[in-house]
């Protein structure tokens, strides 16, 4: 019996997060914002296969704010799949009358040259209104050349 109505009250859980993010018209809060974009972004996972990314843009134009969420997900498609890291790793040690004074720096960038995403595609589209403008998230899907 105890099994059989935790089914029930995950079923209606995840029926709530389905229908929050369908029925969902306007952000009113940043709290607001962020919990519609995890329900949004956490309902679809990357595999081995294909890389599954959110985006999202706002702008008082409804284009900009669309194609600001695109390149929004097109980046981090770009990040995860050719980015490259530059380092540069100091470590010193300076010997005086007192002991030894021992010092460490790193620095890295994470960079994007040149970068080609062909062959995405957008899976879902959603537009809310928020404020005087237009919030866009897109859910893109890449799929990799194993």
């Known amino acids: 019996m105890k099994i059989l109505s935790i089914i029930i009250i995950g079923l209606l859980v995840s029926n709530c997060s389905n229908s929050y993010v ?8 940043p709290d607001d914002l962020q919990k519609f974009v995890n329900v949004y972004c956490d309902k679809n996972k990357s595999t081995n296969k294909v890389i599954k990314v959110c985006g999202n843009g706002w702008s008082k134009d409804l284009n900009i704010s669309e194609n600001k969420a695109i390149l929004s997900a097109k980046i ?7 980015h490259s890291i530059v380092s ?6 300076k010997e005086n009358n007192k002991g030894i004074t021992k010092t460490y720096d790193l620095t890295a960038d994470s960079k994007l040259e040149d970068v ?3 062959g ?13 403008g237009w919030r866009t998230l897109v859910l893109i899907e890449y799929k990799i050349n194993i």
Request: aromatic share 2%; proline share 0%; hydrophobic share 30%.
């Open 22 to 29: 369908k029925n969902k018209k306007t952000i009113t809060s």
């Open 76 to 82: 981090k498609i770009a990040d995860i799949t050719q």
């Open 88 to 93: 540069n790793e100091i470590i010193t040690h």
């Open 116 to 118: 080609s995403i062909a």
């Open 120 to 132: 995405y595609k957008i899976v879902h589209k959603k537009v809310l209104k928020e404020k005087n």
